[in-house]
């Protein structure tokens, strides 16, 4: 038995199978509107007098590049002192500190409950 979707009842019914198969010859319209949307932002939201857009600042990425590609044998992820460090040690213990609590977990686990 074929079935299809009624669209009065909002639910299957039986079906032959050609209606089954091409419901499109039925009167399927498409779900897709072909009608194009309004546009919404048709005019600029603000008006500028010249076309160079002003930034809140200074473009500091070229410092930066020299500032982290500088070859003082410190790594990357460490190139800004402290904060950086403190970052660092605080994710390598909480990591270290993880594994372990992880391995006790297992541990107990692994081990029979005496009653």
């Given at each position: 038995?074929?079935y299809?979707f009624?669209?009065f ?23 897709v509107s ?14 500028t ?5 002003d930034y809140?600042?200074?473009n500091?990425?070229p ?7 500088k070859s ?13 460090q403190?970052?660092y ?15 006790i977990?297992?541990?107990m ?7």
């Amino acid at each position: 038995m074929y079935y299809k979707f009624s669209g009065f009842t909002q639910r299957l019914v039986g079906a032959w199978a050609s209606d089954a198969y091409s419901p499109q010859l039925r009167g399927l319209k498409p779900v897709v509107s072909t009608k194009t949307p309004p546009i919404i932002f048709a005019t600029p939201t603000k008006l500028t007098f010249d076309s160079v857009y002003d930034y809140a600042g200074k473009n500091k990425v070229p410092e930066l590049q020299k500032f982290f590609q500088k070859s003082d044998g410190v790594p990357v992820h460490l190139k800004r002192g402290l904060p950086d460090q403190m970052l660092y040690w605080t994710t390598m213990a909480l990591t270290v500190g993880g594994t372990i609590y992880c391995l006790i977990g297992l541990y107990m686990a692994s081990q029979p409950k005496n009653k």
